[in-house]
């Protein structure tokens, strides 16, 4: 005989598990907002294994769909694309798998949004935000264009409604959450640390310098840095790393992402710098 009460026992069990992880009360987490792959480990890889953050860590990566190590002479299809962000997905999960060993818990959260591909434009900005264009109208024009590319960008993608519904999940776990301050000039970097503004009030704030732009932009000081902040933050926390370590766990870790000027810029910072979180004053 078909016992019909087991069915409703069935299906009551699985409602109370049908909950957001809010459900951990006693548990506090810092959320990490990080444009790309690989960005937490470059910026904060030494701060998050020194315990400075906390044992729970959710990493919110948005740009997470890429076929940038595809030949731009290829054609861009889904296979390439999905060939490219599983390869990058595997590493943020080793990298995840190496914090766990050490005794951090890092959740990461791939938001699936697509790497702006305007290679040129790159270039152009850069060239002259770094100084490299010898007038300073053609910087000036750059620096412009750069700025209305990032916020046409940000309107766009309207990253701050996209983490509406993960601020709600954890809102009752979050004690800070942690922001790219924009340094250099990436557009997706750029999007990203605009949503500052957005999360103020959500929690306490820190913006952090982002390795290896602190390098390609020339701001290997806290000085230089705190001319580039928003108003409201002030109070530095400085985490000094061993380049030689950081080096050899990037190269192994996120081996598809791993270039030269990655360990310029890691030395680089790690001789100047540090790693760099300004918190809300």
């Known amino acids: 005989m078909k016992d019909s009460g087991a069915g409703k026992l069935h299906y009551a069990r699985f409602a109370t598990r049908w909950k957001s992880i809010a459900e951990l009360r006693g548990e506090r987490a810092t959320l990490i907002l990080s444009p790309h792959l690989d960005d937490i480990f470059l910026s904060l890889y030494a701060t998050i294994v020194s315990g400075r953050l906390g044992k729970n860590l959710i990493g919110v990566n948005f740009f997470t769909s890429s076929d940038s190590t595809v030949s731009t002479s290829v054609k861009t299809t889904f296979a390439t694309i999905a060939k490219t962000s599983m390869l990058r997905m595997r590493e943020e999960l080793a990298f995840s798998e190496t914090l766990f060993l050490q005794g ?42 750069y700025d209305r590319m990032v916020s046409g960008y940000a309107e766009e993608l309207q990253a701050g409604k996209a983490m509406a519904p993960l601020l709600r999940q954890f809102k009752s776990n979050i004690k800070s959450i942690l922001v790219p301050m924009g340094v250099g000039t990436h557009v997706d970097h750029g999007v990203i640390a605009r949503m500052a503004r957005e999360l103020s009030g959500a929690a306490k704030i820190g913006l952090y310098a982002e ?14 840095l705190r001319r580039k902040l928003p108003s409201g933050f002030s109070r530095s926390m400085v985490t000094p790393f061993d380049p030689v370590e950081k080096d050899r766990t990037m190269k192994k870790i996120y081996s598809s992402q791993y270039e030269k000027r990655m360990k310029e810029a890691i030395f680089a910072a790690s001789k100047n710098l540090g790693e760099v979180i300004f918190w809300e004053s």
């Open 211 to 224: 390795i290896p732009y602190v390098y390609l932009s020339g701001n290997l000081s806290i000085e230089k």
């Open 104 to 145: 951090i818990n890092y959740l990461p959260v791939f938001m699936g949004l697509k790497d702006a591909s305007i290679e040129k434009y790159y270039r152009f900005i850069a060239g002259g935000a770094i100084g490299r264009l010898s007038a300073g109208g053609v910087k000036s024009v750059a620096l412009k264009l």
